[in-house]
């Protein structure tokens, strides 16, 4: 049986790698850093501090470090059937009948808007200009950059070699489609997307967040002023038994736990669309839970 014909891709990956890679190394770098003066500090504020900025830092490296993944491992390939676009985990199948131009930048009659947080290595995203026209981003450089029309979106996409793409899409559509394959796009993880825009998910993200860190902060700015603590009192009011204030370490950690369980567990059931009325009800629940730790610690002190 006579192989498919297919042309296969590389996305424009030079000014991404040299961007990407150094960006992932230096917080990754300073990730050991803090590590390394983490455990040798401590408890107190310095050390909560230090907890916070290691959580921090964190969070943009994981998401430098998978559009590095997603760069290393992308490809543009066209096939008699229609153009597949493989970016990371995120994949696209347009069949060749809906494939209506591919124009350059230069010829582009739409104005062309930029998608969230363009990187080197990273233009993705969708970006809705009009009910009636919106553009996908999969591309690395703006140097090589197609737009694909369909009646669906604009995609954009940027192969290492423009011309040599377009002259194998002139070539598969002279050997003509042999199937009409379905329109697939599969994106892990969009419902992440949609948690961040729902209101109540993100602004309970959000305050959560800040009081979290605010109880953190709290309770390593009394740990320097008081090394124990007294948890009862005598019908005078005057403390009883004593005990380290290290103990209150309990409160931020069963706060942390607290914020987690909610945000996943909401996360959970914003999958599907009739739960998810009660995922914002829980994740509505999370901040005033963080807070009551707050101010349990604020009595405690």
Known sequence: MAKKPSFTYAPSRGKGILFLVPLCAGLIALEIFLLRHFYVTDVGLQFFLLLIALLLIAVPLVFLLYRLYSLLFSSYSLERDGLHIQWGLRNEVIP?????????????????PWSVLPMPGAYLGT???????????????????????????????????????????????????????EWTSTRPGSWLLEAWQDKPGRYSLIFSLIILISLYIFVGLRFQVNETISLSFSPTGEPLEEISSTNMLVVPIAATIIWGIGMILGLLLFQRKENRRVSELIWGTVPFAVAQCLAAAIMIF
Do not use: C, K
């Open 127 to 181: 970006v809705t200009v009009d009910e009636h026209l919106t553009f996908e981003f999969l591309a690395s450089d703006t140097s090589t950059m197609l737009f694909v029309g369909t009646p669906r979106s604009i995609y954009a996409i940027s192969p290492q070699n423009p011309t040599a793409f377009l002259n194998g899409f002139e070539r598969i559509l002279q050997m003509g489609a042999l199937t009409n394959v």
């Open 96 to 112: 060749l009948n809906a494939i209506e131009w591919i124009r350059s930048p230069q010829e582009m009659t739409e104005d062309v």
